[in-house]
């Protein structure tokens, strides 16, 4: 009863629409779950149905490249991303990689990966936001893959510029000498699926991919929460 009345006077709110949940619901009401734009990518595997993989071709051997939503602006990804990002929501991400983990579990793709690394921040900018995004969607899908993931294998070295408003050249050459392998051993003979918020031209995750193969993974695949 007391739940019930604390409930009544402050709400949780859903991310994804910013009406109050209802009771069992957790962080995306039933209606927004629903209506989010999915991909559904992880049904096309890596062939040339997968729009995604094809952003790759050329560029970085991508295994699988794979995302949970379609970014829209202006629209309930959108809000997601923000109060994730930028409203302090962080259990958000884990949330949303439980969720996608389940998916990609049932399709059988957890054989297909032996270590998960998000993307890092550098230093400056994760005491500044106190947390990395991309951990917390890292982890949510580690625990549904049953499979581990690692915060510690790539660093950062440079606090780049926003990329939102670059082009593809300046997004690459913006990142191009910014991630650095510390954890060698960790990653050598590896299958990594290597996880961020989202995916635009791919120039940061292309960086971190090739950063990963020079330091002798045998593959690497790329997940993201959402991609334009």
Not at 67 to 85: A, D, E, I, P, T
Not at 110 to 120: E, G, K, Q, S, T
Not at 129 to 138: I, V
Request: net charge positive; aromatic share 10%; hydrophobic share 40%.
């Amino acid at each position: 009863m007391l739940q019930d009345f604390l409930s009544l006077l402050f709400p949780e709110i859903c991310h994804a629409c910013d009406q109050p949940l209802a009771r069992g619901e957790h962080y995306i009401c039933t209606e927004c779950n629903v209506k989010l734009p999915y991909t559904d990518l992880h049904v096309h595997g890596a062939t040339e149905l997968n729009y995604l993989q094809q952003r790759f071709w050329g560029k970085v051997p991508v295994r699988f490249a794979f995302s949970y939503l379609h970014f829209r602006s202006k629209g309930r990804v959108q809000r997601v991303l923000h109060k994730l990002k930028y409203k302090g929501a962080q259990e958000l991400g884990e949330h949303l990689g439980k969720r996608y983990g389940a998916l990609l579990y049932d399709h059988g793709y957890a054989a297909h990966f032996d270590l998960i690394v998000p993307v890092p921040l550098h230093r400056l900018k994760l005491r500044r936001r106190g947390y990395n995004q991309s951990e917390g969607f890292a982890k949510g899908l580690a625990e549904a893959l049953q499979v581990p993931w690692s915060s510690k294998v790539l660093e950062r070295a440079v606090d780049t510029d926003s990329q939102t408003k670059k082009s593809r050249l300046d997004r690459w050459q913006n990142v191009e000498q910014v991630f650095l392998v510390k954890q060698a051993e960790e990653v050598k003979g590896k299958r990594i699926l290597l996880v961020d918020d989202v995916l635009t031209t791919g120039a940061t995750l292309e960086a971190c991919a090739h950063a990963l193969l020079q330091h002798g993974c045998s593959e690497v695949s790329v997940t993201t929460i959402a991609a334009a």
